[in-house]
């Protein structure tokens, strides 16, 4: 058993793809399986805190004793995390959040013409729901997420420093998208921190124990 050092925290996770409607029928998204969020709602849990998982589509079972709760837009994500964001002590953001949504979506099923004309699709931006919540005066403590192709520890220390978040953890897409192992490192004030190549839930618990020894001691009232 997983010592319960965050017992008598909330963790509220986000985790899967968003799905950002075209029209009834169609929808962009992305490839995230949910696999890496999903494992680390069930380390979170195993160590002792109460989890919400707010997740986009995903073929996963619900890790045992979170509470999921099932969204599919961005948007959508988006109302579901700022609704739960006030009450929960820790906010891991693991989604592949949809950078954009289609702003011309259709509410009928978009036809073929028969001049062959395909339809012209707008896109608009997204909200940025882990700067949003990491802006909330007395929210949670925030840990967001950098998969990258490439020039790994530029890009993630610079998106630590953009969304404002004490701790980052990036890993190279092209290692962990859709894998069972993934290669963490952890990004905070004082540098980089990598972890070894492990299978996800193993790397999940390893950054439960991480989160677990930054966390802020709660002031008493
Ligand atoms: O902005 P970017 O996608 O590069 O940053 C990734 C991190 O930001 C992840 O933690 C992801 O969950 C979060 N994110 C978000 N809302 C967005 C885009 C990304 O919360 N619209």
């Not at 109302?79 to 693991?94: E, H, K, L, N, P």
């Not at 940025?128 to 530029?154: K, M, R, Y």
């Amino acid at each position: 058993a997983q010592p319960k050092v965050l017992a008598g925290k909330t963790a509220l996770v986000s985790a899967g793809p968003t799905s950002e409607p075209i029209d009834p029928v169609r929808v962009i998204t992305n490839r995230s399986s949910g696999k890496t969020g999903y494992a680390i709602a069930r380390a979170l849990r195993e160590a002792g805190a109460q989890v919400v998982l707010v997740s986009g589509p995903t073929a996963l079972e619900t890790p045992y004793g979170v509470t999921r709760i099932n969204v599919e837009s961005a948007r959508e994500m988006h109302g579901a995390i700022m609704q739960q964001a006030a009450t929960a002590d820790i906010f891991v953001s693991v989604a592949a959040v949809a950078d954009w949504h289609i702003a011309n979506a259709s509410s009928n099923k978009l036809k073929k013409n028969a001049v062959g004309e395909p339809p012209e699709l707008q896109f608009a931006q997204n909200p940025d729901i882990l700067a949003e919540v990491a802006q909330l005066a007395s929210g949670p403590w925030c840990v967001g997420f950098a998969a990258e192709t490439e020039n790994l520890h530029e890009h993630a220390e610079a998106k630590r420093r953009r969304k404002g978040v004490p701790l980052l953890v990036g890993n190279l897409a092209q290692h962990s998208m859709n894998a069972d192992d993934t290669t963490f490192i952890l990004f905070d004030d004082d540098g980089a921190h990598p972890l070894p190549a492990l299978p996800k839930l193993q790397a999940a618990r390893q950054l439960v124990q991480a989160i677990a020894t930054r966390l802020p001691r709660k002031p008493i009232p």
